[in-house]
C-alpha cells in the first residue's frame, strides 16, 4: 500500500513508519520544517504543515491509506497542567482538511484517546479530573471534534481511542469498554493496530475502538 503518515516524528508515529516500512509499504512521511526526523530507508520524508490543505492535497495524490498519530504538545509532557504548545485545533482542522480532499472511501485510522467522547464516563476518576481541569481538556475537546469530523465523511475511517501509552514491545491489542486506572498499551502495539485496520486484518463495527494491552 501507498501511505501517508501524519505525526510521523511522535512515539507512535515513529513506530507506525518503521513498522510500515517493514511491511513492504510506501510510505510518505509528513513532519514539520523544524522538527528533526530521518526515516528508515525507503521512506519518504515530506516537510510541511498539516494544517495546510494546498501541502496535503499534493501528498494525498495516489495514497491508498492515511494514518495521523497527531496530537497536541505541552511544554512538559509529564505535566498534564503543563502549557500547552500546539493549536489546540491540531487534530479537529486536519479531520476537516482530510475529508474535503480525499476520495469517498480513502481508508483513514487516526489516534484518539481513552476517555474522549461518550467513553469519558467508563474513565477512571482521577483522568476525568485531569480532563476537566488541566490542559488534557483542550486536547481531549479537539479530539472529539476530529472524530465529529470524519463520523460526517464518506472515509472509510477508524479513530482508536488507546488508553495510557507507554513504550513497551508489541504486544497482543485487546478492546474494552473501560480505561481503569492501571491500563496500559506499547506506542508498538498502537501502531500495529492502525497498520491492521488500514490494510484490512482487523474488521470492526465500532469506529472508535477503546484498545489496551
Not at 494544517?51 to 495514497?63: A, H, M, P, S
Not at 475529508?99 to 469519558?120: H, N, R, Y
Not at 496500559?184 to 497498520?195: G, K
Request: proline letters at 4%; aromatic letters at 6%; a positive charge.
Amino acid at each position: 500500500m501507498n501511505i501517508l503518515v501524519l505525526g510521523a516524528s511522535g512515539g507512535c508515529g515513529k513506530e507506525v513508519v518503521s513498522q510500515a516500512q517493514k511491511r513492504g509499504h510506501e510510505i510518505t512521511a509528513l513532519v514539520r520544517e523544524t522538527t528533526p526526523f530521518e526515516g528508515p530507508k525507503g521512506v519518504e520524508v515530506k516537510r510541511g504543515s498539516v494544517l495546510n490543505i494546498d501541502t496535503l492535497r499534493g501528498l494525498v495524490q495516489g495514497k491508498d491509506a492515511v494514518i495521523s498519530c497527531l496530537g497536541l504538545n505541552r511544554m512538559n509532557k509529564l505535566n498534564p497542567f503543563s502549557k500547552i504548545t500546539s493549536p489546540t485545533d491540531l487534530t479537529s482542522k486536519t479531520a476537516d482538511i482530510l475529508q474535503s480532499i480525499l476520495e469517498p472511501g480513502t481508508k483513514v485510522a487516526v489516534i484518539s484517546a481513552a476517555g474522549v467522547a461518550e467513553s469519558f464516563s467508563n474513565t477512571n476518576l482521577i483522568l476525568r479530573f485531569l480532563i476537566r481541569n488541566s490542559s488534557l481538556g483542550p486536547a481531549y475537546r479537539d479530539l472529539m471534534k476530529m472524530e465529529e469530523f470524519l463520523s460526517k465523511s464518506e472515509l472509510d475511517w477508524h479513530a482508536v481511542r488507546p488508553v495510557t501509552l507507554t513504550d513497551f514491545s508489541k504486544k497482543e491489542v485487546r478492546e474494552t469498554d473501560s480505561y481503569g486506572l492501571f491500563d496500559m498499551i506499547s506506542r508498538a502495539s498502537v501502531a500495529s493496530y492502525l497498520l491492521d485496520l488500514v490494510e484490512g486484518r482487523v474488521q470492526l463495527e465500532r469506529k472508535t475502538p477503546l484498545i489496551k494491552n
